[in-house]
Nanobody, 126 residues
Framework: EVQLQASGGGLVQPGGSLNLSCTVP????????IGWFRQAPGKERERVAF????????YYVDVVKGRFTISEDVAKKTSYLKMNDLTLEDTAVYYC???????????????????WGQGTLVTVSS
């Protein structure tokens, strides 16, 4: 069983920052694209950000561009999601995932997740 372990969620005020991390089994980290989804209350799970394994290029959903940064520590097999300028709409359970990116053309991307970590709750509230 592939286990991705996410952590770092919590309560933060609007405009604040939070850092999530996800440890990934070595084989999974080396052979899949790693990133993050989120699911807000009453909404479907949505992609947030991923890193393309071969070239390290980062992909973001438009609503988080400029505020969130995804990164990886290859030695630690860990994915990070640094979230700045958080808004109420960022409140969600955040899941790390491993899958395969599809990039049909520049600026567009899709992810087929194969493995999931447990979620970590991010609550943005004043």
């Amino acid at each position: 069983e592939v286990q991705l372990q996410a952590s770092g969620g919590g309560l933060v005020q609007p405009g604040g920052s939070l850092n999530l991390s996800c440890t990934v089994p070595a084989f999974t980290f080396n052979h899949y694209d790693i990133g993050w989804f989120r699911q807000a209350p009453g909404k479907e799970r949505e992609r947030v950000a991923f890193v393309n394994n071969p070239d390290g290029k980062e992909y973001y959903v438009d609503v988080v561009k400029g505020r969130f940064t995804i990164s990886e520590d290859v030695a630690k097999k860990t994915s990070y999601l640094k979230m700045n300028d958080l808004t109420l709409e960022d409140t969600a359970v955040y899941y790390c995932a491993a899958g395969t990116l599809s990039i049909p053309f520049e600026g567009d991307w899709y992810i087929q997740p194969d493995y999931w970590g447990q979620g970590t709750l991010v609550t943005v509230s004043s």
